[in-house]
């Protein structure tokens, strides 16, 4: 069973930083993918960033050019640093690794305000 479990959300003011981390662990035969998706009260949860074992990333168009995800496969860890921030970003963001099905975190609040 794989377990994911994140870290790193928090208060941040408009234009300023954040980095969420993911660690995933337990019986890992292979990861496929991981990403981060965010949920906003009201809205359906939406993709924010993924990467593929081979190193492919995939970005909303929201996020393009102010967010970056990273991974470390061996450590089985995937990172999303956030920059530029918008009050818009708010959101509980939440990992998921496909391993090879979708095991999610238990999500991280970011919230973005003056």
């Known amino acids: 069973q794989v377990q994911v479990v994140e870290s790193g959300g928090g208060l941040v003011q408009p234009g300023g930083s954040l980095r969420l981390s993911c660690a995933a662990s337990?019986?890992?035969?292979?990861?496929?993918?991981m990403g981060w998706y965010r949920q906003s009260p009201g809205k359906q949860r939406e993709l924010v960033a993924s990467i593929t074992s081979g190193g492919s990333k995939d970005y909303a168009d929201s996020v393009k050019g102010r967010f970056t995800i990273s991974r470390d496969s061996t450590k089985n860890t995937v990172s999303l640093q956030m920059n530029s921030l918008k009050p818009e970003d708010t959101a509980v963001y939440y990992c998921?690794?496909?391993?090879?099905?979708?095991?999610w975190g238990q999500g991280t609040q970011v919230t973005v305000s003056s």
């Open positions: 998921n690794v496909r391993a090879p099905t979708d095991v």
């Open positions: 337990g019986y890992i035969f292979r990861i496929y993918l």
